[in-house]
């Protein structure tokens, strides 16, 4: 039994290793700018960039010995002056795909005060002769030069007698160990237990985690137990009087159930239920009264969905050779049913059941923030809608390794309950 | 010959189809929803090209809040536009969001698990690897952080359902690959030297069309669900009629009692999405091999 | 009414599957007789009608079958017209089963013991249920032990042999064996074969056998009747039809077995 316990915890990792590969690859690789996604694009670039700082985003992706700096944008004049526009000592030229500097000039284009610790490197394709970053630069023909600076030093143009034409540049910086990536960065992250800090409420995400994962479960804990137990004995009524008209009507029944719109049960349960007839409190987190109406409609919701699965589950069984030698022994309807069949379906029952477990953390997005319930679902929705990446990645991160956690609870309770299993 | 079988397969189901008559009775609500669909993505595109506003969108505020008369058969909402155009034109959303996720999930499904069925070994466990990696992503908060990251908008929608949403299929497909690759025919096919490419998608793949057509029947219901919940939120669709996006405004307007709005629309939600829940499954029962025996 | 020899006799039995153009006569007007301590040999090919009529006899078969007229008297009463408290009385206690699959026909969650103490439980009363259970095991030649093992730990002839034990474990006069040796190896197929026919003299059981093969109803019926989509074709004493099969049927189903037959049966079968 150890040994098989051990064995599926091996075959957990690779799953483990994905998860955390693709929150990163949503978040990192395709989010793309997170930082103009969390604050919006009307920030200073340094705000910008220490965000990135932060969180390692300045950093390169996956491997590599440059990355990006937010102090200066890369520019290619084929597409036009870009922030050039606005220098007036820089002439741009659509016919070259170039700016020209007049001479006698000194600016620099970088946006603010580099990290002095760092060293940068320019990328430049020029004509021309002048000065950046205090290296002199002189061709008469299109050239690109590679110019290595310090953090500390000035990293601008200058030109003294000539013009310099420029037709690409770019920034970076030198990255020290080309394994500092973000992908480490956030590995590392999780390694300490770290999960970033939410930039709408300023504080760290593990203490806003905890504080609401006690609402979220005394809201869907209820929810999951009253939801089985009722779904699973309506099932059971279901196979008892398979193919009559009670069967019949409940198969219609859990159809039109999974048909309503969740959001028609919590606006119609609110104002019917609780406003209208004053059965329940409308809103608020106070006592267990206040729970009992989002139970209500988290149990009903979810219905539907599950007496169907449930009955499959019990009819598959009932068809099975076993349960016909189990009639032609004398065994009555009632004692097949809840001796023979229960306890084989228990196998996928408990699979549905155990499966369901990561959902209770998840909370339930909709009714928390429609009760104001305080827990994850309510966090969650608020994070989403203000754009609070690191609260939404965290969430996510960790209702996906509870769900890989539970596959690994559910093939134990398969062995424990199966006793064919074990010998595998 | 197993082009035959196939055929028969079909004229059966279709003729056990026929029988059913709750599932006529969802097939002609599903084309007339089809032909509402239609008809409001062509009015959409009509007022678009000639940059005119078309009716449901319609501004009159001596008109706000009237309730179902004659000329508005089911009201109109706070700016006094009228409920049922609008109502119509959230029908070609939520088909656009069923049919446009189904084109970006059933490929992908489709492909990784005829692909794994048919390989195995290390492809297999590739793509195994791969789903159950995405299968325990927590569905919702998953698709709303993709939609979140791609941003607001039909787009987000779309990505965030269409990349979810495959694990299923992909599922299904490769079971069922599994099932026929030891089968005769592809054996003989195997035998003349046909290319696997050619085996998976020109041989196996016919015999395996049902469960896509069941899956996209019983995926589209639910599409157009999780669409009306992030349009809701406010994720999704922005300025065009969504039903979600109704359901949001009718809400506040039902404590004071306006109830037409909330009522019809939920109601077409209802129906729609019964009607391809009844469909899918009675096209299941049809086509169920067991019940052929 | 059933007469002294007989135990059972099924009479004009009809059971039908389906409604309108797609009905289907699984059973068709069939009657046939077994005898005290007899065994009568059903044969037919596959899909003839054999099981359905097996099961009609205690009304086991599948929900969607329609009994359209005929009886099956047993012990003096109509089967068919019996309730359900009364027919569980009969059930594994008076008609036993074997089925054609032992590896799908014990529950796989639970222990064989526990089975075969399932059916003493419910029709024998103040009986010592461990002893029984030996006891019964060691009627079918296998060891106590196995008692707590579960069905996939144990082989298909072992199973068939714990099914044996319990369709006997409280004494039935009539045992309804549906093909149970095809599934298991020929090797074994003989011994489970000869069990059933030592166990049957040693108890003066009643047996109603299914089969394909000509074989076994050679071997073990003293009567057969032989089966064609749903209606009775040819009935007689055993050796009198396998020495002179009046019916066309009957002698292609007995070419069909290579074994009586090795000259003729070379060919393709004509079954299935
Ligand atoms: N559940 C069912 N629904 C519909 N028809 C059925 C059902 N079970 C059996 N039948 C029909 O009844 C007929 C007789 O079936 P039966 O199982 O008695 O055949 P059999 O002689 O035992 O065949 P085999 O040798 O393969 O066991 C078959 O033609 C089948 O079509
Ligand atoms: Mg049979």
Redesign the pocket.
């Known amino acids: 039994m150890l040994k098989y316990i051990l064995k599926r915890i091996l075959q957990m990792l690779p799953t483990v290793v994905g998860v955390i590969l693709l929150t990163f690859v949503l978040f990192n690789v395709v989010g793309g700018d997170l930082a103009a996604i969390a604050m919006g694009k009307k920030v200073s670039l340094q705000s910008m960039e220490s965000f990135d700082e932060q969180r390692g985003l300045n950093k390169p992706l996956f491997f590599g010995t440059r990355a990006k700096s937010r102090a200066y944008e890369d520019q290619d004049f084929s597409e036009g002056a870009g922030r050039w526009r606005t220098w007036s000592n820089a002439v741009y030229s659509a016919e070259s795909a170039a700016v020209m500097l007049q001479p006698k000039s000194a600016f620099s284009p970088i946006a603010f005060k580099l990290n002095p610790d760092n060293d940068f490197e320019w990328t430049i394709s020029f004509r021309g002769a002048g000065t950046l970053a205090g290296r002199e630069l002189a061709s008469k023909d299109w050239k690109t030069e590679k110019i290595r600076f310090q953090g500390m030093e000035d990293g601008g143009f200058s030109t003294e007698k000539d013009t310099l034409e420029i037709r690409r540049l770019k920034l970076r910086r030198v990255v020290k160990n080309p394994f500092d990536s973000q992908l480490l960065y956030y590995v590392k992250q999780l390694m300490r237990g770290d999960l970033g800090t939410s930039e709408s409420l300023h504080q760290p995400v593990s203490k806003l985690l905890a504080d609401g994962i006690l609402p979220s479960l005394s809201l869907t804990i209820p929810i999951f137990f009253i939801g089985v137990v009722v779904s699973i004995s309506l099932s059971l009524v279901c196979a008892f009087f398979r193919d009559t008209f009670i069967d019949r009507f409940l198969v219609m029944f859990s159809v039109a159930l999974m048909s309503i719109n969740y959001l028609v049960y919590i606006v119609a349960g609110q104002y019917i239920l609780a406003y209208k007839h004053g059965m329940f409190p409308v809103w608020g987190y106070e006592s267990a009264r206040y729970l009992a109406l989002p139970v209500l409609i988290g149990v009903v919701s979810g219905l539907g969905s599950n007496i169907r699965f449930y009955r499959t589950v019990m009819l598959d069984e009932m068809y099975k050779d076993y349960v016909r030698t189990a009639f032609a022994k004398g065994v009555s309807k009632p004692r097949v049913l809840f001796v023979h069949v229960l306890k084989n379906a228990m196998i996928p029952i408990i699979t549905n059941v155990v499966i369901a477990i990561p959902f209770l953390y998840t909370g339930s997005l909709l009714l928390e923030s429609f009760f104001g319930i305080p827990g994850l679902g309510y966090l969650g929705i608020n994070a989403i809608l203000s754009s609070d990446i690191d609260v939404v990645r965290a969430l996510v991160l960790i209702g996906a390794l509870l769900f890989v956690v539970s596959n690994l609870l559910t093939d134990i309770c398969y062995a424990v309950a199966d006793p064919r299993v074990k010998l595998k | 010959m197993n082009m035959e079988r196939n055929q028969s397969l079909w004229g059966d189901a279709w003729q056990r189809l026929k029988k059913n008559r709750i599932a006529m009775a969802c097939l002609s609500l599903v084309v007339l929803f089809t032909v509402l669909a239609v008809y409001g993505e062509v009015l959409y595109r009509y007022h678009d090209i000639k940059d005119t506003t078309p009716a449901y969108q319609n501004t009159d505020l001596d008109m706000a809040f009237k309730a179902p008369s004659s000329k508005h058969w089911m009201g109109t909402d706070g700016l006094g536009r009228d409920v049922m155009a609008r109502l119509v034109q959230g029908v070609s959303i939520a088909y656009k969001v069923g049919i446009i996720t189904s084109l970006i999930a059933i490929p992908i499904g489709v492909f990784f698990g005829c692909i794994a069925g048919y390989f195995g070994g290390k492809v297999d466990d590739f793509v195994v690897w791969l789903y159950s990696t995405f299968a325990s992503m927590p569905g919702l908060l998953f698709i709303l952080a993709i939609a979140m990251v791609v941003g607001k908008g039909l787009l987000g929608i779309y990505l965030g359902i269409g990349l979810t949403t495959w694990v299923g299929i992909c599922r299904l497909m490769r079971g069922e690959v599994i099932k026929h690759k030891g089968q005769t025919y592809v054996l003989a096919a195997q035998a003349l030297g046909l290319s696997s490419g050619r085996i998976i998608f020109r041989h196996i793949l016919p015999n395996v069309m049902h469960v896509i057509i069941v899956t996209f029947t019983l995926r589209f219901p639910a599409a157009v669900g999780t669409e009306v919940f992030l349009s809701f939120l406010g994720i999704g669709v922005q300025d065009q009629p969504s039903w979600g996006l109704m359901i949001n405004s009718a809400r506040m307007r039902l404590w004071q009692g306006i109830w037409w709005e909330m009522t019809f629309v939920t109601l077409a939600v209802f129906l729609l999405v019964l009607a391809f829940n009844l469909l899918g499954d009675a096209l299941r029962d049809a086509l169920d091999p067991r019940l052929n025996d | 009414m059933t007469t002294a020899d007989n135990i059972l006799e099924v009479q004009n039995l009809s059971v039908h599957?389906?409604h309108g153009d797609e009905t289907?006569k699984?059973v068709d007007d069939v009657s046939f007789v077994v005898g005290h301590g007899e065994t009568l040999a059903l044969v037919?090919?596959?899909?003839?009608?054999?099981?359905?009529?097996a099961l009609s006899i205690t009304k086991l078969t599948?929900r969607?079958?329609r009994f359209e007229g005929g009886q099956v008297m047993f012990g003096g009463q109509n089967m068919l017209s019996l309730s359900d408290r009364e027919l569980r009385g009969i059930r594994g206690s008076q008609i036993s089963y074997i089925f054609?699959e032992p590896m799908v026909s014990f529950n796989p969650v639970y222990t064989i013991g526990w089975q075969i103490e399932e059916a003493l439980k419910l029709h024998r009363k103040g009986i010592d249920r461990k002893v029984e259970i030996s006891h019964l095991l060691d009627l079918v030649y296998l060891p106590d032990r196995l008692a707590t093992a579960y069905p996939h730990q144990m082989s298909g002839g072992q199973l068939q042999r714990c099914m044996i034990a319990m369709a006997l474990a409280c004494s039935p006069e009539l045992l309804v064996a549906d093909?149970p040796t095809t599934a298991l190896d020929v090797t074994v197929q003989r011994e489970i074969l000869n069990l059933l026919a030592e166990l049957s003299k040693k108890v003066n059981l009643s047996v109603l056998m299914?089969t394909?093969n000509f074989g076994i109803v050679s071997d073990l019926a003293d009567h057969v009747c032989v089966?064609k989509k749903?209606k009775i074709v040819e009935e007689g004493q055993t050796r009198q039809v396998l020495d002179d099969p009046q019916h066309d049927y009957t002698k292609q189903l007995m070419a069909a077995v290579p074994r009586l037959h090795p000259a003729k049966g070379g060919g393709v079968s004509p079954m299935k």
Request: no cysteine; net charge negative; charged share 15%.
């Open positions: 599957f389906g289907v699984a037919g090919e596959s899909g003839s009608g054999k099981s359905i009529s599948p969607a079958a054609q093909e299914i394909h089966m749903g």
